[in-house]
């Protein structure tokens, strides 16, 4: 690991102008490019106290051993000179978006003296038109095959054409009337490219012209009488709308304009794509990236801009590029991107209409892309063996953590206060294994203090079925367990039997199986840092268990925290464990919020009708209903209440005790406007149904 100071360029070296810098590591390799609008004030960011700088940087200054810079003129020179170096050098600690797949062009090769209509994939060839990209080879075909008998274009290769030229015999589309057949001289080389012509202005847009001068000739042959020509145009007419309506309009006519979307998470980030010519959605692409460096969405979208039209010159830059967050600053990238074009380019945000809805679904798409890009990771085998072993080695396990539990707090407010755990055995959800947790010890808000004790409850869980089955090893005391775990196990291994929400029937279940906390893990997450790993350490350490392993993943900066370690263990990026650790620890988010959310509700639909013995939905509904409010059947009389259909004298007097004997709820509150209602929770909504006034909506309190 390197000294960032040992390389640190002398005070006033670095010039206060644009510029584009790399660092490389002691083997001269490019690890990081980057621009800057003043490289002196740039750089100086990165030679800094390193416990001030992100991970992500401090690993990259650290790894690095020198570093170099080069002047540029203006900022649009240096963001042009950064995406060169970048595809030159490929630096490890750069965004790289890569293609999910290589995604398949219609080419017409104009470039020839008889322009081919093909398939074409990876790099563009200059002279050759291009439209796309396609997410299916075969949709490029239909499409190709509809237009054919209107665009008779060439479409054979350069050994079939030259054969058939040979042997003065058209190839079968040739017969059929889907091929010119230039290759025997049926049309002269102008002619067959006027036809590609064509073929390209339709695929390019420019239909409605070219509908109805077709309609206007087969309108002049019915005239004629020439009937077989006018039912040829009109098969043509219906070809041709045919392959429009595989592309529906989205956008206003003769809207040009490509529309990126990100969707991302703490270590990845998707990236799609949706090309609209002429109104219409002309092609759809996407990529994934690990986000090797600290970035933000702006910059994300820059680097997609570099990659999408780095290469790209005149007509494929489109006028317009919508994009869910702008690059600070935007103009070098906006006359960039001009400059490639060779006119104005608009880059900007949508705020309303078509074009925000329409980005809206390319969103969807690239939250589904980077969903599918994690489940498929997650299923692979090897990756998954990997993760572990990364996890063995930075946590310095004996051996791989093939079952691991994360724990997390989750509450409103310090308001039903609830824990969960989850379970991954080889890498993969154990879903049956999930357990959730009330926190009972306290009141009020202490996720430490939850933390301690709900490890203690699940551990204590685990040592009572041990000594159930007998597995304890004598200590020399004989008292069968070890350490404090006799302690610990007989002050808390009757309440933690209910507590934990499980029947209190002994351990096994009714077919003689183990109960969810009979097994131990090997490695035991928590979510959050040293506060929480530590009641997690000293949890187990009350109940003598050091047999496993307890880390804590931080959020904010995904820091691996270990108990009695003043620094965390900061993973690469890129490493497949961390991603692992962050899938637990999200798991387990999301398994409490889910739990807390639920009791949440439950309490506010909670009324005092509940707890009146044998009054079922049905009638609680019904008294509701017939009067009103829980405030008008409070003052009602028992035989005001006998009015209800299906409630009996003895029922009333027990209702209207039960009414008496609970507190009156607290006064309803419209959490929008802070106005008291007057009537409580409970009220009849205009359709009969009782409806919840005073719950609270999501913007009293955040949930942890």
């Known amino acids: 690991m390197a000294d960032p100071s040992s390389y640190r360029p002398k005070p006033g070296q670095i010039p206060d102008s644009p510029g584009v810098y790399r660092f490389r590591d002691e083997h001269r390799r490019v690890i990081y490019v980057g621009k800057a609008k003043s490289l002196r004030q740039r750089l100086a960011n990165y030679f800094q106290d390193l416990a001030n700088l992100h991970p992500r940087t401090r690993s990259m200054v650290t790894t690095a051993a020198s570093v170099e810079w080069t002047v540029v003129s203006t900022e649009v020179e240096a963001l042009q000179l950064e995406y060169s170096w970048i595809k030159e050098y490929d630096p490890r600690f750069n965004v790289k978006y890569r293609d999910d797949k290589s995604y398949p062009y219609l080419a017409v090769t104009m470039n020839e003296e008889f322009p081919r209509v093909q398939v074409m994939r990876g790099h563009k060839r200059k002279g050759v038109r291009y439209f796309g990209p396609y997410a299916h080879a075969w949709a490029i075909r239909d499409t190709v095959d509809l237009l054919l008998r209107v665009f008779p274009v060439r479409t054979c290769s350069a050994g079939v054409f030259k054969n058939a030229t040979r042997t003065g015999r058209p190839c079968l589309l040739g017969y059929i009337g889907k091929c010119s057949a230039p290759c025997v001289g049926r049309v002269d080389p102008e002619e067959h490219r006027e036809l590609a012509e064509e073929f390209c202005d339709f695929m390019a847009g420019r239909t409605g012209t070219y509908l109805r001068r077709l309609e206007q000739r087969m309108t002049e042959a019915a005239e004629e009488m020439e009937y077989e020509r006018a039912a040829r145009l009109r098969d043509d007419i219906g070809a041709l709308r045919k392959a429009m309506e595989k592309n529906a309009v989205v956008l206003a006519d003769a809207t040009d304009a490509d529309l990126i979307a990100v969707a991302e998470d703490e270590l990845e980030a998707a990236v799609q794509i949706f090309h609209v010519r002429g109104g219409r959605v002309r092609g759809q692409r996407g990529w994934v990236t690990d986000k090797v460096e600290e970035i933000t969405t ?56 078509d074009k925000k809805a329409l980005m809206e679904t390319v969103q969807r798409n690239a939250q589904q892309s980077l969903a599918l890009h994690k489940t498929k990771r997650a299923s692979d085998l090897t990756t998954r063996s990997r993760a572990l072993e990364e996890i063995a080695e930075a946590l310095d396990l004996d051996s791989a953590p093939l079952r691991i539990e994360c724990y997390d707090i989750s509450h409103l407010q310090g308001d039903d206060v609830v824990a969960s755990m989850v379970v991954f055995e080889d890498g993969l959800q154990r879903k049956s294994e999930y357990r959730r947790f009330q926190i009972k010890g306290f009141e009020g808000q202490d996720d430490v203090r939850s933390m301690h004790e709900v490890i203690t409850r699940r551990f204590r869980r685990y040592l009572a079925e041990k000594e159930r089955t007998g597995e304890w090893v004598e200590d020399g005391h004989g008292d069968g367990l070890v350490g404090g775990a006799a302690e610990g196990l007989q002050a808390g291994l009757e309440t933690a039997l209910d507590a934990d929400g499980l029947p209190s029937d002994g351990l096994k279940n009714e077919d003689g199986r183990p109960k969810k906390f009979a097994y131990p893990p090997q490695l035991v997450v928590v979510d959050g840092g040293q506060p929480q790993v530590a009641a997690a350490k000293r949890a187990l350490d009350e109940l003598g268990i050091d047999d496993v392993a307890v880390c804590g993943l931080a959020k904010r900066l995904e820091e691996v925290w270990l108990p009695e370690e003043e620094d965390p263990v900061v993973l690469p990026r890129t490493s497949e464990g961390l991603y692992l650790l962050q899938r637990v620890r ?23 009708l509940d707890d009146v013995p044998g009054l079922g939905e049905t009638r609680k509904q019904a008294l509701l209903k017939h009067f009103g409010s829980l405030k008008k059947l409070r003052s009602a009389t028992i035989d005001q209440i006998c ?62």
């Open 586 to 608: 999200d798991e387990a988010h999301r398994f409490a919020i889910t739990y807390q959310r639920t009791k949440r509700a439950k309490r506010f639909r909670s009324s005092p």
């Open 298 to 353: 702006g910059a994300l979208v820059e680097h997609a801009l570099q990659q999408l039209y780095g290469e790209e010159k005149g007509d494929s830059v489109p006028k317009e590029v919508l994009v869910p967050a702008l690059p600070d600053p935007v103009e070098p990238v906006q006359e960039w991107l001009a400059d490639r074009r060779g006119s104005g380019v608009s880059l900007r945000i949508p705020q309303r209409g």
């Open 643 to 704: 009015e209800v259909p299906g409630i009996g004298r003895k029922t009333a007097e027990t209702i209207a005790v039960a009414l008496a004997q609970a507190a009156p709820a607290a006064p309803a509150v419209n959490t929008a406007t802070g106005e008291i209602m007057e009537e409580e929770p409970g009220t009849m909504g205009s359709g009969g149904e009782p409806v919840t006034t005073g719950a609270p909506d999501e913007r009293r309190g955040q949930e942890t």
